[in-house]
């Protein structure tokens, strides 16, 4: 089918789409443009704590923390590891290191109330550092395991699910995902959307880095490689065709198609996400509208499509989209998830009716003047082991 098709009737903008748009303005203004910004904030800091003296101590003190930030924002695309505007994520943590120290200062004016609030300065600072320059690349393999009597192959059958890749540019993330692909060496491939960044959609370089990484990843691993298209402001039809022409990779955009390998028989379904359930179930239906006893593995983007899924008796559903949150906090775990379900499906592996729903945390991360920050949230690819349950128990 042609990748041209247009995207399907309905989209609507939703409020995380306008907010990276708005937050993408900001990052149009250089950090060095906001210094009677964060001078005023340090002066701000500094009030709280000038009845016990200490006023001009904490001002330069604040204004150490905001400059060593802006310093590890700034050096990220420098050093080649992320490619996100500093200044949003920039005053996001100066207001936050300014509330906090007026609060302590109001409430706690001691030398004891100022360690504290340092202590407390240097684990933010600590924080940001390792969600913006360790664990966006910590990129691990989840290893599954799902048994059906409908696998009746002569080996169990490895099917490796990448997600969200994001790309800006070829970052050690990516180089990693090479690597561990062609260690891995899966039986098949499955991609769930979301090719480039959002601030990249219309970047030609970055089009151009992310053909090659597709490339480089049917060369390192020549097995069947599936595709489906993301979210509608990701994965504009005007842009991905020219990225994956030529390539070695089945799109399934509205379709189905019957994979033999190991001994197997897949029916495997692809969707296009058009982030409205409304219309995406009706498609989904009129996509699976007949019974099979082969095995069957659903590709939509978000997990949305759940009930319909479950109701249609599709064996195994992959997608990603959430980003597990991105940034996730302790015991709430993700605050923001894209999903019409919010939390409920989060991410990782959910079992419903006879419906195995796997939500991938992906690779990449937001784009516009979000951070490129994961916390407690790493980028993971995830290595299935297909079988029937007699290979499970031999």
Known sequence: MSLTKDDPAGYHARPLHIALLLTDLLGLVPPLILTPIWLVLAVVAGWAWARVALGPTVAIVSLAFILAD???????PRLGRSYGPPT????GLAIVRTLLTVGFGLLWPTRLGLWLTAALQFAILAVAVYATWIEPFRLGVTQAELHSPKLNGHAPLRLLHISDLHVERITPREREL???????APDIIVLTGDYLNLSRVYDTQAHAEARHLLARLSEIAPVP????TGSPPVDRTEIIPSIFDGLPITWLLDETDELHINGHVLQIAGLRCSRERRLDGPRLQ?????????FTLLLYHSPDLIPEAAA????????GHTH???????????????SDFWKRYEMGRYEEKNTTLYVSRGLGMEGKGAPRARFLAPPEIILWTLSHPTDASS
């Open 70 to 76: 802006t310093v590890s924002l700034m050096l990220l």
């Open 88 to 91: 949003p994520p920039l005053l």
């Open 178 to 184: 090479l690597r561990i692909t062609e260690e891995l």
């Open 225 to 228: 490689i599936y595709a489906i």
């Open 286 to 294: 009129a996509l699976l509208n007949g019974s099979s006893d082969r």
């Open 312 to 319: 249609l008796g599709v064996d195994l559903y992959l997608c």
């Open 324 to 338: 597990g949150g991105q940034i996730r906090l302790p015991l709430l775990g993700a605050v923001i998830t894209s």
